[in-house]
């Protein structure tokens, strides 16, 4: 039997223990208890896939806006600063005949432009021509013997018509780092009439062939409302040419395709 101090003592230090330890226990208890009973936050308990809702990016807008289906539903557009869709347009321009192998000679010319689209519109043109003898045709009226002979052969007076306006080309370029220069080419086939002179020594002829034209036209545009023109117009007629004197005066020695061109130098107004 233990004496009666060491046995109190000995319950002392036995509770004190217990409690010790049972103190030591609890927390842990308590956190898996916790764990275990408390909600999951709502960006973690909702996901789909392994991801996180709170986490994607919704790029459907962004996805319709620059994608689409198939790589061949691309194309690569450049932006025009000077549009002419839907606008009327009226030209002018200045130039000469470039190949009359008999005449040379100036051409003013005028026309009226319609756009549905930026790359495709309609045109309606006047040109008129004052065309003279060439260098080769003065040698000959002048060649000692000749008397004054000129050869056989017919001047273009005007020209009026329509044409299609086809614009493939569109294109900007720098000038010196100083400026930027937006131009397009224009390719217009079409149809119209000459009308041009029958040569001949007692007095000419005036005569209309129906025509067959194909203009390339180069605009460099300065602002919305004005840009500098180059035509380059190529028209194709049947001319019926007159013998300028002697026995074949006023009879009709043949029928020709004449091929005339012109360079003409000008400006449109946009509307």
């Known amino acids: 039997m233990f004496p009666q101090g060491k046995t109190t003592r000995t319950h002392s230090f036995v509770f004190i223990a217990a409690a010790l330890s049972a103190l030591l226990h609890c927390p842990r208890a308590f956190a898996q208890s916790g764990a275990k ?30 994608w689409a289906a198939k790589d061949t539903d691309f194309s690569v557009v450049q932006n025009r600063t000077y549009t002419k869709a839907g606008r009327l347009a009226l030209s002018a321009g200045y ?7 008999y005449s040379d000679g100036t051409n003013l010319s005028g026309g009226l432009n319609y756009y549905f ?5 309609v045109e309606f043109n ?4 004052k065309a003279n003898d060439n260098k080769a045709v003065e040698a000959f009226r002048n060649l000692p013997g000749a008397g004054g ?11 009026y018509g329509g044409s299609f306006n086809w614009v493939p080309f569109y294109a900007k370029m720098s000038v010196q780092n100083l ?5 397009d080419m224009a390719i217009s086939p079409g149809f119209g009439v000459t009308t041009y002179e029958q040569q001949v020594d007692t007095g000419n002829f005036t005569k209309t062939a129906p025509t067959l034209s194909l203009d390339v036209t180069q605009s460099f545009f300065l602002s919305r409302h004005f840009a500098f023109r180059f035509d ?3 028209r194709w007629f049947q001319e019926k040419v007159l013998g300028y004197s002697n026995v074949s005066r006023g009879r009709e020695i043949r029928t020709e395709t004449n091929q005339t061109s012109i360079l003409l ?3 449109t107004v946009f509307f």
């Open 37 to 66: 009973t408390s909600p999951a936050p709502a960006a973690e308990a909702e996901s789909v896939g392994g991801e996180n809702k709170a986490d994607k990016l919704d790029v459907t807008d962004l996805e319709r806006k620059y």
């Open 95 to 101: 130039g000469v005949l470039v190949n009359d192998p």
């Open 117 to 121: 689209s930026e790359r495709f519109g």
């Open 126 to 129: 006047y040109t008129q021509t």
């Open 149 to 159: 002979i000129r050869p056989d052969h017919g001047k273009i007076k005007s020209y």
């Open 179 to 183: 400026k930027i220069i937006y131009f």
């Open 232 to 234: 380059y117009k190529n």
């Open 265 to 267: 130098f000008g400006a």
